[in-house]
């Protein structure tokens, strides 16, 4: 009697999404970073239930035609290489073919996107990974990108999730990496329907702390000169005072 089989198409996707979407911060991490690739300077990110419910994130970037739109979601799909010899050269935020495609085998999932010189932009709702309705819509150029109920086709993955607030703490800090790493990006960010993070664009780091952490903090920080004396290394940053100082890594941001 055998006793190795072969799991159904749709049970196999919804394992291997487990691998890139492990919780809302990792579907809020690869979104923006779409997002960023797309060239958008302006991202909005709305979240409810700490994303468990609902992640909602828009972005003014390039958009994408209705072929891009459907071929985004399936497996195996990017736009970042055609060979694995291109590995080694990509300069965008890397090689994520599943990304979407995984994100979409566990959740119910909205897109609506437009380009530039399209009069009208593409709508398409997908659930566990099935086309459910797609349809032409009126559309701002861009992408805006919803997913609801993650895990709701996978139970055991849904069960350790974290509570709201933990999975809330999560994001949150992300999307200050993100803005700090990026100051020229402006970034509306709410949760439950507060706002929680507005930040502009802006020319320094400095300023961008400011944005971040407010003026209370911003008080107390000093930029780091970028050269270092007789080497080589070039940092760039800035550090607190010793009148403000933390027992926990909330505020400890590092970038190369």
């Known amino acids: 009697m055998n006793i190795i089989r072969i799991l159904p198409e749709h049970e196999a996707r919804k394992i291997a999404a487990g691998e890139v979407v492990e919780r809302p911060a990792s579907v809020v991490k690869e979104l923006i970073e779409n997002a960023l690739d797309a060239h958008a300077t302006e991202i909005s990110l709305h979240l409810i239930n700490g994303g468990k419910s609902r992640i909602e994130i828009r972005d003014n970037g390039c958009g994408m035609s209705q072929e891009d739109a459907r071929l985004c979601i399936a497996h195996h799909a990017t736009s970042k290489l055609q060979s694995i010899e291109q590995l080694t050269t990509i300069s965008t935020f890397g090689f994520r073919g599943e990304a979407l495609a995984s994100i979409a085998s566990v959740s119910k999932l909205h897109i609506v996107t437009r380009q530039k010189h399209d009069d009208a932009g593409f709508h398409i709702h997908v659930e566990a990974g099935n086309i459910i309705s797609e349809k032409p819509i009126a559309a701002n150029i861009g992408t805006t990108i ?9 139970p055991a993955r849904k069960k350790f999730m974290k509570q709201r607030d ?83 890594r909330r505020y400890m941001f590092f970038h190369h």
């Open 146 to 154: 919803i997913v609801e109920d993650l895990f709701f086709n996978v």
């Open 166 to 248: 933990t999975e809330w703490r999560a994001i949150q800090q992300l999307t200050q990496a993100i803005a700090l790493t990026f100051p020229t990006l402006s970034l509306n960010v709410t949760h439950d329907n507060q706002p929680m993070l507005v930040t502009q664009s802006c020319a320094t780091l400095f300023e961008r702390s400011q944005q971040v952490f407010g003026k209370d903090i911003a008080h107390h920080l000093i930029p780091v000169p970028k050269p270092l004396k007789n080497t080589p290394i070039t940092i760039e940053g800035v550090i607190s005072t010793h009148q403000f100082s933390r027992y926990d």
